[in-house]
């Protein structure tokens, strides 16, 4: 039985796990989503929820108490000013993973850790990434044709 035991270890120490879970959230809160494992993320997603959770109240105290868990003030203020402002409405639920199947290569169970409320984001980042090379292509020769017409016009003057 697993009375009282509250956290997954993950298979390391607990340095380890504890520097692991606060990169995890920092990436979290900096990228919006990001992909890991499902025990990861569900074990990612218990400080992430705490952390919009003191992001909420915005205090100076709950600001100390989020910088004992993720050490990076401009991460800190990403959460304080960007990200829990939009879920002032919320009790909870921050977060959503969305399971993908298994990796290739040692047949874990991959998901995505991501805030919910931001899809739009990441429809446009899908829209980027679906341009292909030959439109990039198109698009700097483009913005490079007006710059090599100027020194041509500035040899004509002289």
């Known amino acids: 039985m697993r009375h009282a035991k509250d956290h997954r270890k993950l298979g390391r120490t607990a340095s380890h796990r504890k520097a692991m879970l606060s990169n995890m959230v920092a990436s979290l809160i900096q990228h919006k989503r990001i992909k890991t494992t499902v025990a990861k993320a569900k074990e990612a997603r218990r400080f992430a929820e705490r952390c919009v959770t003191f992001g909420k109240k915005g205090t100076v105290s709950a600001r100390r108490q989020v910088y004992k868990f993720i050490p990076r003030r401009d991460i800190i203020k990403t959460l304080f000013d960007d990200i829990a402002p939009q879920f002032e409405s919320r009790n909870g639920g921050y977060t959503r993973i969305i399971k993908l199947g298994r990796r290739q290569g040692d047949g874990a169970e991959l998901a995505f850790l991501e805030f919910?409320?931001?899809?739009?984001?990441?429809?446009?980042?899908?829209?980027?990434?679906?341009?292909?090379?030959?439109?990039?292509?198109?698009?700097?020769?483009?913005?490079?044709?007006?710059?090599?017409?100027?020194?041509?016009?500035?040899?004509?003057?002289?």
């Open 116 to 158: 919910v409320g931001y899809e739009t984001l990441q429809i446009e980042k899908q829209q980027k990434a679906q341009e292909t090379k030959v439109e990039r292509k198109k698009r700097r020769q483009e913005e490079a044709e007006p710059e090599q017409e100027e020194p041509k016009a500035e040899k004509a003057s002289e």
